[in-house]
């Protein structure tokens, strides 16, 4: 009988211990099947984060200091693909011309570290950072430039009007051995099959870049071109088409710190950490064209205390 009356003053205590909105809500969670206190935590600890955040943000540069950590790790970003023997290859077929290759980066920061992939074949993944980002866009600028491939022969860089050898991507290159229209797609260095010839298309036109309001399948800048011979490079090499996205994004932060630090600025306005970002999304006309960029830069007012130059679209 004591045992029994212990058990009902327990539930008592139990009941007046559980609110009844909580009551309510459990219900609700388990009816719907959703996950109503999941949300609730979530919110809390967003809102916990905002907090924490305004707290060790003393002032707005250092806000721009925390979204270009993001944007711009100081350690690099590790690419997908790996460089194999596509660097002697540029070499060998007259794409790269060593002793102009010499001349331009040998005297940079982190210049010598990067020629030992025109020598010699090797497992190392590509990878993009403040030091060889020079490098990088005019390397693959070159592999875009040289690579036989439907976008260049059939896309708009061939269309009736367009001026091929006078655009930057073309009439810009001069770090080859051979006259840049001499190159232009005259090389098979990535073999594609008709069904990656496809998906080069589909990815690049997805692409686009801050310096013009060209996609990627019309690379008619060193950028555009660069872009280009990645995504063959990484479509050959089986990397799955949404990595391809966030590679590009990495490559056109580096290349464009100014607008994608702009942009992580803007996301962040929105409560959108910039490692939630869509890469796919972020790539498109909206945001990452000539004309997105600008309509960026005007929502957030520019970003103050940022002081990042990027590159330009000469070798």
Known sequence: ???????????????????????????????????????????????????????????????????????????????????????????????????????????????????????????NHMAINEKNSHFMVNTLWALGLINKSKALDEGPMREEGVETGNMASTGGWTLGSKPAMELYSSKSLINLTPEQEELVKKIASNIYRPCCGNSTYFPDCNHGMAALGYIELAVKQGVPEQKIYKDILALNSFWFPQQYVNLAAYFNKQGVTWQKVDPKLVLGIDYSSGQGAAKIQQAIQDVPGLDVKGGGCGA
């Open 1 to 123: 009988m004591k045992k029994r009356n212990l058990k009902l003053k327990t539930k008592k205590i139990l009941y007046k211990a559980i609110p009844l909105w909580l009551v309510f809500v459990l219900i609700f969670n388990s009816v719907i099947g959703f996950g109503f206190l999941e949300y609730l935590i979530m919110k809390r600890n967003f809102n916990q984060y905002v907090v924490a955040l305004s707290k060790t943000t003393k002032n707005p540069d250092e806000l721009v200091q925390i979204l270009k950590q993001q944007v711009l790790p100081q350690k690099g970003y590790v690419l997908s693909v790996v460089w194999g023997d596509i660097g002697k290859q540029l070499l060998d077929s007259g794409a790269i011309d060593k002793q102009k290759y010499d001349q331009q980066f040998v005297n940079e920061p982190g210049g010598k570290d990067m020629m030992q992939y025109l020598d010699r074949f090797s497992v």
